[in-house]
């Protein structure tokens, strides 16, 4: 016991002194700003080389990491919950030991939903449970007909993994490590300070500058197909609103038609603007304020299904779905097939590209999760940020596409939801539900929410890629806040007109920009296990020798 060292708390991330990027470090802001200026001049002077290069290293990835992807995941998610159940590491205090927590549980909740999962709850909630009825591994190896009543239990096995406890795993393991160590030890609040443990003094030169520049390209394309996926759906309901026909152009190979590009640019602009001006008022104001309204209208949408929807079917589904999903559990953390097989082709362009993008996505939500969680312990941090959004949006899968399954299970919707594009699938089911003027109330309130959610997103984005380029400091130069916005704003632009109008160019950049980023979650899951083992055993060793003062003063 005598021979544990202090832990290695010296991060060093030098900025500069003066000039328009005064408090930024130069390396990692530049590299950064390069690489993503690059990427938006490629893919509007050469959309053709760029969308099929794109797409050949997406292939390749997939098909050597496919498993790495599968079994990484897995073991973040068991992880979590180990050091939630163990007593000497779920018990320690994000902070010191007597710190009250910042926000109150229902803004932190609202927050953390809001920038963790809301825009991909409102284009998903219908279209994963529909797209997962149809096809899923129990349906390719034949146990079940797709579109079958006996398809539903598979379809939702596979829909609450790909937003369960794993989705939100993923995020929590880098919040987790990054909250530990700033307000456990007093560190800057950055990715590199998550592997200190095992690095040390290495992180002040140029590895960890590496390992924050990794974390500002996953945060980008993470939050960029985000915003992708969010206008296209806001598109999609001011079609249904609206009706106005440049809005949307001819689906590809005969498919519904999809939003164009035109409407695509237009709501991307109205959406980076907002999230700009938001993220210019900081966390505390802007969105904390859109958080909260946030987790209202989306009680409201819910309270909708639950007045109009299959309420019935959708609760027994809930039942019984949540019941097989624990049972598998273990089994589907570590189910991997080998890519050029049917198993192995579906769990490519599903389960691993979600994976992909919740780990694209993970330095933006686990910076912002361990910015509102100071003064919770880690066992509270994991049962509210794993355990609790997990089953809201088990809740939210349910309803909204146990709503469309009977409809089409019961013959009403005649495959209409099913044929719908997947930004679209939940307005179908809506104007199957209610009637004509309450579809236009609902359609608007709907577009309401993804506007606030995609708003909620990007400005909650924006602070945390400055958060990082400051050395960990969370007041920074709004002129900054505002550059990244409308680079942000270039790059899905570039991207969208690349694929165009479509949103596959920007996920195959994802999913590349994603792997480097997964190699660092792996070690920041070693290096905390480190910390929580090391620091356990220094407390032990601090109340031994405390106990032999004691007995030393009685004797």
């Known amino acids: ?48 080389s760029a969308e099929a290069i794109l797409s050949l290293l997406n292939t390749e990835i997939l098909g050597v990491f496919n498993m790495f992807y599968i079994l990484a995941v897995g073991l973040f998610a068991w992880f979590l919950l180990i050091v939630a159940v163990v007593p000497s590491s779920g018990r320690r205090r994000l902070g010191k030991e007597d710190e009250k927590p910042e926000f109150s549980t229902f803004s932190w909740f609202a927050m953390m939903f809001g920038a963790g999962l809301g825009v991909g709850l409102m284009v998903y909630a219908t279209a994963e449970p529909i797209g997962n009825w149809g096809n899923n591994p129990d349906i390719i190896t034949g146990g ?127 959406v980076m603007a907002m999230s700009t001006l938001s993220a210019v008022s900081g966390v505390g104001r802007g969105v904390k304020h859109l958080s909260n309204l946030n987790l209202v209208l989306s009680t409201m949408l819910l309270l909708v299904f639950v007045v109009f929807g299959s309420v019935l079917f959708s609760l027994s589904t809930y039942g019984s779905a949540l019941v097989d999903y624990i049972l598998h559990f273990p089994g589907l953390s570590f189910e991997a097939y080998s890519t050029g097989t049917a198993l192995g082709d579906w769990q490519a362009g599903s389960t691993t590209f979600y994976w992909a993008w919740w780990i694209a996505f993970s330095p933006f939500v686990g910076l912002f999760l361990a910015r509102i969680s100071r003064g919770r312990t880690v066992r509270e941090f994991v049962v509210g940020a794993v355990i609790a959004p997990s089953l809201v949006c088990f809740a939210w899968m349910a309803m909204l596409g146990g709503t469309a399954i009977d409809l089409e299970l019961s013959g009403v919707a005649q ?54 380029m400051a050395g960990g400091e969370e007041e920074t130069d709004v002129r900054h806040r505002i550059v990244w916005g409308v680079l942000l704003t270039l790059v899905i632009g570039a991207l969208i007109i690349a694929g165009g109008g479509g949103l596959i160019v920007l996920q195959n950049a994802m999913i590349i920009g994603a792997l480097p980023f997964a190699f660092v979650m792996v070690a920041m899951c070693v290096s905390l296990g480190k910390a929580l083992y090391r620091d356990h055993q220094r407390d032990r060793f601090a109340d031994a020798e405390t106990a032999g003062l004691v007995v030393d003063r009685m004797s």
């Open 415 to 468: 495959g209409a939801i099913i044929d719908a594009s997947t930004t679209n699938m939940l307005f179908a089911t809506l104007q199957f539900i209610v009637g004509e003027q309450v579809y236009g109330i609902v359609a608007i309130m709907c577009v309401a929410l993804i506007l606030t959610f995609l708003v909620t997103s990007a400005d909650s984005g924006l602070l945390v890629i400055n958060t990082i």
């Open 1 to 48: 016991m005598n021979d544990i060292n202090p832990p290695f708390t010296d991060i060093d991330i030098r900025t500069a002194d003066a000039g328009f990027y005064q408090g930024y470090s130069l390396p990692i802001t530049l590299a950064s700003k390069i690489t993503f200026a690059l990427l938006t001049v490629w893919a509007l002077l050469r959309p053709g």
């Open 144 to 270: 079940t007909l797709a579109h079958s009543a006996d398809a539903v239990t598979s379809a939702y096995r596979y829909t609450f993994m790909h937003y369960g406890i794993h989705a939100w795993g993923i995020y929590v393991l880098t919040g987790l490590s990054l909250a530990y160590y700033a307000y456990t030890r007093d560190m800057p609040l950055t990715i590199r300070t998550a592997l200190t443990p095992l690095f040390g003094r290495h992180m002040n030169g140029p590895l960890g500058h590496l390992v924050d520049i990794l974390g500002v390209v996953a945060t980008i394309l993470g939050v960029a197909v985000t915003i992708g996926f969010g206008i296209s759906q806001l598109v999609e309901g001011f079609y249904s609103i609206t009706g106005m026909e440049w809005l949307l152009q001819p689906g590809q190979d005969g498919g519904p038609p999809a939003p164009s590009s035109v409407g695509l640019i237009a709501a991307l602009i109205v």
